[in-house]
């Protein structure tokens, strides 16, 4: 697993699901094989609605991938020299992208199907459901109290919880076209 040859030759589409998220939280997506696992975390970041606050990594197999840090001692390998490619190939192989330790975010990443490269612009997102939880939230069970209280006006946390999001939150918006025009700018 190496960037030697990072000429892209096919395009991937991804499926990537919350996990334990229900109704489930998803975003489908086209990128090119050559993607590196850094750049792929760029990506999901912003196809998910994720701010980058926070460290992640990859779970691949019995191995993990991220940026490797010598105060900590983890056995995970560098993110920066691995491409999509190296570690999906065929559809249905998928891997595990965490982000937030603390909240403990994952995300299910698929891949559904291959097309030949047709120099499309990439990377997009093709079809999503519902709203990214917001950051620091507490996972996805703090997630599920925070719903309950920003619906109830009389849940005793409600008015907290609706300054702390910034007024109002949907969480049944997916909004496609803002999504790839900010992955237009990570281009």
């Avoid at 946390?157 to 076209?177: K, Q, R």
Wanted: aromatic share 12%; hydrophobic share 35%.
């Amino acid at each position: 697993m190496n960037k030697k040859n990072n000429k892209s030759r096919l395009l991937y589409q991804l499926k990537v699901t919350l996990v334990g998220s229900k109704p489930p939280i998803w975003r489908r997506l086209i990128v090119k094989d050559n993607t590196g696992l850094d750049q792929l975390h760029s990506i999901l970041q912003v196809a998910m609605g994720w701010d980058n606050y926070h460290l992640h990594q990859y779970k691949i197999g019995k191995s993990y991938f991220g940026i490797p840090d010598h105060d900590f001692d983890m056995d995970i390998r560098d993110e920066r020299l691995v491409y999509l490619r190296d570690i999906i190939s065929t559809p249905k192989d998928n891997f595990v992208y965490e982000y937030d330790f603390g909240d403990g975010w994952e995300h299910k990443v698929i891949l559904e199907k291959i097309f030949p490269l047709d120099f499309s612009n990439t990377p997009v997102v093709i079809k999503g459901k519902k709203a990214c939880p917001p950051e620091d939230c507490g996972g996805i069970w703090g997630y599920y109290d925070f719903l309950e209280a920003i619906k109830n006006p009389k849940h005793e946390e409600h008015e907290s919880m609706i300054e702390w999001v910034g007024g109002a939150f949907d969480p049944d918006e997916f909004d496609m076209n803002m999504i790839n025009k900010e992955l237009d700018n990570l281009k």
